[in-house]
């Protein structure tokens, strides 16, 4: 049960932090990104609307893991 929790609180965690991601790659050029960023480059106008995209939904996947996870759990007769 105990593991259960804390898996749930880390796909929280891990989809704050995407979608956040997510949001900056959409909003901020290529070359305002972080540098640890991938897609940084200098110089660049660009902006990297995939990464944006595939990095909002993978954390509004970790979401819905945790919704499941923390759903009623069916007990066998």
């Known amino acids: 049960m105990r593991n259960t929790k804390l898996l749930v609180a880390a796909a929280v965690v891990i989809g704050v932090a995407l979608v956040v991601i997510g949001i900056v790659y959409l909003a901020e050029p290529a070359k305002s990104l972080p540098s640890f960023f991938p897609g940084h480059e200098a110089g660049s106008a660009h902006h990297h609307v995939k990464h944006g995209i595939a990095s909002f ?19 066998t007769a």
């Open 57 to 75: 939904f993978v954390g509004l996947a970790a979401f819905a893991f945790a919704w499941f996870q923390t759903g009623p759990k069916n007990k």
